[in-house]
């Protein structure tokens, strides 16, 4: 119930800050970490969908009205900057947050795996904070421009703005079988209106991972009908 409880204001924050956000666009490519179970499962999405996706052959989500979200884990260059850690930790906590605001909207959320149930496993690989002053002079300066754009060239990310890379599987809580998985990156864009903060890229990224993630599960079957406020176990 603790973590339940601090979700919950970490969500409220994020939506508050949804209220103006950033816009971001997804990058070129991206290298799994090593989260999934097995990354070799993943193809090129299609135009809408995360970079990399897995769907399992004659998928279908109706049978699941619950699920298991587990805590998202900060994984890979993320986990090996000690210093960061705890920063890592709270942006987690925000995608933790941000997801489950959305699919508590569908899902009966629960802690016991059961026939009836999918878990939900993400780890979060980056999370890097954008330097919204340095931003808007890169736009207006040919010196700071000439970097932006070389930077892109070399990374697929312009220089200044945030980043995050995310993945994530669905699977049968009982049989630990996979039945989604996918993995993606978001960077921010330069713009002289909506970046109001270093981490502003990063959590609109959250916003649009946690939207499509509830689309791509009703997609396949899921729930699309509202669960009444009193639906979830106290």
């Known amino acids: 119930m603790t973590l339940?409880?601090?979700?919950?204001a970490l969500a409220i924050v994020a939506l508050v800050g949804a209220c103006a956000p950033t816009e971001t666009k997804q990058a070129k490519s991206m290298k799994p970490s090593g989260f999934l179970h097995d990354p070799s499962q993943l193809r090129p999405g299609a135009p809408g969908e995360a970079l990399l996706l897995y769907r399992s052959e004659g998928l279908n989500l109706?049978?699941?009205?619950?699920?298991?979200?587990?805590?998202?884990?900060?994984?890979?260059?993320?986990?090996?900057?000690?210093?960061?850690?705890e920063d890592k930790q709270k942006l987690a906590d925000l995608l933790y947050a941000t997801v489950l605001t959305r699919v508590r909207s569908y899902y009966v959320m629960t802690q016991t795996p059961g026939p009836d149930t999918i878990r939900v496993r993400i780890g979060l690989s980056e999370a890097?904070?954008?330097?919204?002053?340095m931003d808007v002079l890169s736009m207006m300066g040919p010196v700071t421009g000439t970097v932006s754009e070389a930077h892109?060239?070399?990374?697929?990310?312009?220089?200044?703005?945030?980043?995050?890379?995310?993945?994530?599987e669905v699977l049968d809580s009982t049989t630990g079988r996979v039945l989604l998985?996918?993995?993606?990156?978001?960077?921010?864009?330069?713009?002289f209106t909506g970046s109001?903060?270093?981490?502003?890229?990063?959590?609109?990224?959250?916003?649009?991972?946690?939207?499509?993630?509830?689309?791509?599960?009703?997609?396949?079957?899921?729930?699309?009908?509202?669960?009444?406020?009193?639906?979830?176990?106290?």
């Open 62 to 85: 109706a049978p699941y009205p619950k699920m298991m979200l587990d805590r998202v884990e900060v994984w890979d260059d993320a986990r090996a900057r000690g210093e960061l850690r």
């Open 181 to 191: 998985a996918a993995a993606d990156r978001r960077v921010g864009q330069k713009a």
């Open 152 to 168: 892109e060239v070399a990374t697929g990310t312009q220089a200044f703005v945030g980043a995050a890379s995310a993945e994530a």
């Open 128 to 133: 890097t904070a954008s330097s919204p002053t």
């Open 4 to 8: 339940l409880r601090t979700a919950c």
């Open 196 to 234: 109001t903060g270093s981490w502003s890229d990063v959590q609109n990224a959250f916003i649009v991972w946690a939207d499509r993630l509830v689309a791509r599960l009703q997609a396949e079957g899921g729930p699309r009908r509202p669960l009444p406020y009193w639906a979830q176990p106290r």
